[in-house]
């Protein structure tokens, strides 16, 4: 590899698909919905395959439609006319997103500031553009509970404060939170705006979670809270927010200058996406623009869908053992599996942390898969996530029973 690569290991995407093929378990681990996505999603997909018009390259930095209905729903929801042309910019899921909006802002000796537990790819993109990861961990309170929830991880001020200096060029949110499934408060959002405009920083924003937050939690656009606009990226899929996760699409929004620097990375590496994927999601955002916040709404509904498996997950969990960790958004769990290490042969496996091991012998020995979080913290870190893993609860309802069957059994 050459020299700013050198380093890089397989993620755990690689490692626990692989693992999952391989062995066949129960796979609560990478997050998709293990159904169909809502039938008139798949049947925009058809309509759009059907027209011989739509199978050729589309304009590079979104195709017209989907940027119209991105500009529309967004300029709604963030209280600002939102010019489809310059300030939104479609992607190869919100992958290429994050690494346009990261490789588009980061300078080499740049830091950039990220909350851990963090989606895993932050990391590598932020050393890829010479930039300095600068972590700073959520911290755990009220942990006598026998049930935690994610809004008992809270931010350090004063650490948090003290991260920021000259260096410092962005922070990364993501609310909901991959894999806790923290939001993100208004208190909380105020205290981060605040210090990216007193030391001008900038905002990567990742809320590819959006739609899918539990009552009463509220989910809050940092890019709508005063002064933010001029200074935030944010960051959608169409993966999250239509159950569509192989149609790998995403986009941006926010201000023209700073969506240039986007579109120039997303210009020389990519270019253009993928046409009817993207014209099927236009159609699938006009359907849903006429009924926004009814609730017929999928970014109503999905949450309705959502909420009684969270809480059967919560329940199996602590019933098998495990202290769960009840996410306020998103369609993941972590939980604390440590009260049932003695049940577990954790020299099996070699891995270095504890919950890959957990989790590989889970996998292998009681057919069950989770993914381990230790993979979301920065190396010095990596310990704060070791007693833990993390489950999807996107599942069909026979399959999260299987899960509680499964440990019922094992246990
Ligand atoms: N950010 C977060 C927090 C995620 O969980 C994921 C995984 N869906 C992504 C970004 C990447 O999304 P996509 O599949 O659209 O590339
Ligand atoms: N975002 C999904 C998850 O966290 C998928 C990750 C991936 O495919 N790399 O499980």
Redesign the pocket.
């Known amino acids: 590899l050459p020299k700013r690569y050198e380093g890089s290991q397989p993620s755990v995407w690689v490692e626990y698909i692989q693992l999952a093929l391989d062995y066949k378990p129960l796979n609560l681990g990478q997050?998709f919905p293990d159904y169909p996505p809502p039938q008139y999603v798949t049947d925009a997909l058809i309509e759009v395959a059907s027209n011989r018009g739509l199978h050729q390259y589309t304009r590079g930095f979104g195709h017209p439609t989907l940027v119209q209905a991105l500009s529309k729903l967004y300029s709604q929801l963030i209280g600002r006319e939102i010019d489809p042309k310059t300030e939104v910019l479609t992607t190869?899921?919100?992958?290429?997103?994050?690494y346009a909006s990261i490789t588009g802002h980061v300078d080499e000796g740049d830091e950039v500031i990220i909350i851990e537990p963090f989606?895993d790819?932050y990391e590598p993109m932020v050393r890829y553009a010479g930039g300095v990861p600068r972590f700073i961990a959520l911290k755990p309170t009220n942990t006598e509970a026998s049930v935690l929830s994610s809004a008992d991880f809270v931010l350090d001020r004063a650490e948090l404060e003290g991260l920021f200096n000259s260096k410092t060029k962005a922070i990364i949110l993501?609310t909901p939170?991959?894999p806790l499934g923290k939001v993100f408060n208004l208190e909380e959002l105020t205290f981060i705006a605040d210090l990216c405009k007193k030391h001008n920083v900038l905002c990567i924003s990742?809320e590819?979670?959006e739609w899918m937050v539990y009552e009463p939690n509220k989910h809050i656009r940092i890019a709508t809270l005063p002064d933010m606009w001029e200074r935030t990226i944010t960051?959608g899929?169409?993966?999250?927010t239509f159950s569509v996760?192989g149609w790998?699409?995403?986009w941006v929004y926010g201000p023209a200058n700073l969506m240039f620097n986007l579109q120039m990375i997303h210009q020389n590496s990519v270019y253009t996406g993928c046409t009817p994927i993207q014209e099927a999601t236009a159609i699938a955002f006009e359907k849903e623009l006429r009924r926004l916040g009814s609730d017929e709404c999928y970014f109503v509904s999905i949450t309705k869908e959502l909420e009684p498996k969270r809480e059967f997950m919560g329940k199996f969990l602590q019933e098998a053992g495990f202290k769960p960790i009840v996410p306020e958004g998103?369609y993941f769990m972590m939980a604390d599996w440590t009260p049932l290490e003695s049940q577990v042969d954790l020299n099996s496996e070699t891995d270095k942390y504890k919950d890959y091991r957990f989790t590989k012998w889970m996998t292998k020995k009681v057919g069950l898969q989770g993914i381990p979080p230790s993979a979301f913290y920065g190396e010095e870190h990596k310990r704060l996530g070791e007693n833990f893993v993390r489950y999807c609860f996107i599942k069909q309802d026979k399959n999260l029973q299987a899960a509680a069957d499964i440990l019922q059994k094992w246990k």
């Open positions: 997050g190869l899921g919100a992958y290429e997103a994050l989606f790819c993501n939170n991959n990742d590819v979670y960051i899929s169409a993966g999250k996760t790998k699409l995403g998103g």
